[in-house]
């Protein structure tokens, strides 16, 4: 009580108060918002292609459906949960179910060319620009 | 049973082997499925990126450590335009209860997954007692 902001009256009256608020704080500093948009996505741009990487962990290539759609990209799929007799769980902080997720890619691509795989839980996604959206130079003609 | 070991606001300096310290990455608390069969207590740990190289479990005493080196790096050619995540490794910390088999421990690492496999140690498994007659 050495730091009281009432020194007058010999003792502070928000004391109570003021450690159920760092109680709070401490309770919730754990807390993470859990609705996040699941897979987590990065996109890569190279020249004429583009990489979409995606955070799967425990998703096999049999689970999820890659749509392409002009230069919209749908990942859909389910975390299925392993399922185990007379388990006793202590612990369940992955989460399950359904997903899908579109993203917009930077230009159109060529739904023909496109390569995805699968590397210890990360989709990896390439696709080549489309060959007449490329951008051309053109050459001024001397008149 | 599995009780997590948290170090909160502790920041351990990491060396590589040859003493030099390498650029600071993030490191992540992988979510983990913790269950207890009759024989095995199982430890589900999601660490996308993770080659099974790089996984580095350590059992010390009760102290269970699972650390693992993300091995997808950049890629060459290409520039980050966007970002929901971001490449780094995992560590996690949980103290068990039971008494466990060391030499019978199995991990695998399956889709980013790590497949820990804890076998009881033969003192600390559950034991029917059948009520003699008298």
Redesign the interface.
């Known amino acids: 009580m050495a730091l009281s902001e009432f020194p007058r009256l010999g003792f502070d009256p928000f004391v109570e108060l003021r450690r159920m608020q760092s109680e709070m704080n401490r309770l919730f ?1 754990g807390f993470t918002p859990t609705t996040r ?1 699941f897979p ?8 004429n292609s583009v ?1 979409v ?1 995606s ?6 290539a049999g689970d999820v459906t890659i749509n392409l759609q002009e230069d919209v990209l749908t990942l859909e799929g389910a975390r299925r949960p ?1 399922q ?1 007799q ?10 399950y179910g359904g997903f899908s997720r579109t993203v917009q890619l ?1 230009f159109r691509v060529d739904a023909d060319k496109v390569q995805a795989r ?5 989709l990896e996604i390439e696709a080549q620009r489309l060959e007449a959206d490329r951008p051309k130079k053109i050459e001024i003609r001397a008149g | ?2 009780q ?1 070991v948290r170090n ?1 606001g502790q920041q351990v300096p990491q060396t590589t082997e040859s003493g030099q310290r390498p650029a600071p990455r993030p490191v992540f608390l992988p ?8 024989d095995n207590i ?1 430890v ?1 740990a ?6 099974p190289e790089g996984v580095d479990i350590t059992l010390e005493r009760r102290v269970l450590t699972i650390r693992g080196r993300n ?2 790096g950049d ?1 060459a ?9 971001a490449d780094g490794d995992y560590e996690r910390v949980f103290t068990l209860s039971e008494n466990i088999d060391r030499d019978r421990i199995e991990a695998t ?1 399956k ?3 790590l497949n820990l496999v804890l076998p009881k140690a033969e003192s600390a498994r559950a034991r029917k007692i059948e009520l003699k007659a008298t």
Request: hydrophobic share 35%; aromatic share 10%.
């Open positions: 500093s948009d987590p996505i990065n996109i890569w741009l190279g020249d990489v990487t955070e799967l962990p425990g998703v096999t392993k185990e007379d388990a006793n769980w202590q612990r369940r902080e992955r989460t930077p699968f590397n210890n839980g990360i | 049973m599995a997590e909160v979510p983990a499925d913790v269950y207890e069969t009759r199982v589900l999601e660490m996308p990126g993770v080659a091995a997808t890629h050619g290409y520039q980050r335009v966007y970002s929901e995540y690492l889709d980013g997954v």
